[in-house]
């Protein structure tokens, strides 16, 4: 792909931008110097998110998908205009994708040029959510009215230490509840994400298309136990839930049912095999090799460890 663009004026409005991938992007944007736009509903620094930004390069603003006042007031924040934004969906609404196309169009009229979007691995251009936004871009490209990019990761490594349902139950039941069988998933880190997505953003040439980013190694959540078994010194015992079970489950941390459905769907998808593949995306894009979950859990590990 072709060097970073020229001019570093504009800055890059990161949605989501103090979440698992977004705080990441941002971090990464900042120390290469790109000045950014990090968009989040209360509008400040997060404490709890793990990568340190450089303030130096980074506006933190807020951002409210339902409330487009605060869509306004992103662009008044941009002194010189923003010409590139990183999508990510609501959290937990499936119908997000009317509301992320009406946001597309507000932010076209405005001078934003070039939109990637982070959707999943399991959603074709076309399906549910990021899959309506993505074919949304996809048609505005052909049209030349956008540049655009989709990435596309499989499940985030990040998933085990930082979502409660996993990290509660490995830390108090020294167990870890799917839905998945022996299905195999290529576990991929948030920062290789970011990565891939920061090449897409700032390159000069765009992207106009979709990355589907896996990590290196094809692992079960019986493989995942065993590795974590091994990091933390005490036995982590995969539990192989029903997926009306896991749907009950995820709903108990709060997830709503219709979302929690369609969670409990992808599992039983990842058993029959829709997650077993791996590609060589984060290296090509970013020439950088991708981490390893071994690796990951050595680094979070504390968090898994009990009072």
């Known amino acids: 792909m072709a060097q970073e663009q020229a001019t570093r004026n504009e800055p890059i409005l990161v949605l989501g931008g103090t979440?698992?991938?977004?705080?990441?992007?941002?971090?990464?944007?900042?120390?290469?110097?790109?000045?950014?736009?990090?968009?989040?509903?209360?509008?400040?620094?997060?404490?709890s998110s793990p990568p340190s930004i450089d303030d130096q390069h980074a506006t933190h603003v807020t951002f409210?998908?339902?409330?487009?006042?605060?869509?306004?007031?992103?662009?008044?924040?941009?002194?010189?205009?923003?010409?590139?934004?990183?999508?990510?969906?609501?959290?937990?609404?499936?119908?997000?994708?009317?509301?992320?196309?009406e946001f597309i169009d507000f932010a076209r009229d405005r001078g934003a040029r070039r939109f990637v979007l982070q959707s999943a691995s399991s959603i074709e251009?076309?399906?549910?959510?990021?899959?309506?936004?993505?074919?949304?871009?996809?048609?505005?490209?052909?049209?030349?009215?956008?540049?655009?990019?989709?990435?596309?990761?499989?499940?985030?490594?990040?998933?085990?230490?930082?979502?409660?349902?996993?990290?509660?139950?490995?830390?108090?039941?020294?167990?870890?509840?799917s839905a998945t069988s022996e299905g195999k998933i290529p576990w991929v880190s948030a920062d290789d994400i970011a990565a891939v997505a920061m090449?897409?953003?700032?390159?000069?040439?765009?992207?106009?298309t979709e990355y589907v980013v896996l990590g290196p190694e094809l692992l079960s959540y019986e493989d995942i136990a065993q590795i974590l078994s091994e990091v933390l010194g005490r036995k982590?015992?995969?539990?192989?839930?029903?997926?009306?079970?896991?749907?009950?489950?995820?709903?108990?941390?709060?997830?709503p049912v219709g979302y929690a459905k369609m969670m409990s769907a992808l599992d039983?998808?990842?058993?029959?095999?829709?997650?077993?593949?791996?590609?060589?995306?984060?290296?090509?894009?970013?020439g950088a090799a991708p981490r390893k979950f071994r690796d990951y859990a050595l680094s979070v590990k504390d968090v898994w460890v009990g009072a």
């Open 19 to 47: 979440g698992t991938v977004g705080s990441r992007l941002a971090k990464q944007l900042t120390h290469e110097g790109f000045p950014v736009l990090v968009a989040s509903r209360n509008g400040k620094k997060s404490p």
């Open 64 to 101: 409210d998908w339902n409330d487009p006042d605060t869509w306004n007031n992103v662009f008044t924040a941009a002194k010189d205009g923003i010409r590139s934004v990183y999508l990510i969906a609501p959290p937990g609404i499936l119908d997000g994708d009317r509301v992320m196309t």
């Open 125 to 177: 251009a076309g399906g549910p959510v990021m899959g309506k936004v993505h074919a949304y871009l996809r048609e505005l490209g052909t049209q030349g009215e956008v540049e655009w990019g989709v990435v596309r990761p499989t499940w985030f490594q990040q998933n085990l230490a930082e979502q409660a349902n996993h990290a509660n139950s490995i830390r108090d039941e020294s167990k870890l509840y």
């Open 199 to 208: 090449r897409l953003l700032t390159n000069v040439d765009p992207p106009n």
């Open 236 to 255: 982590i015992v995969h539990v192989d839930l029903t997926t009306a079970d896991l749907e009950k489950r995820h709903t108990q941390y709060g997830m």
């Open 268 to 286: 039983t998808s990842i058993k029959f095999g829709a997650e077993n593949r791996t590609n060589d995306v984060i290296l090509s894009v970013t």
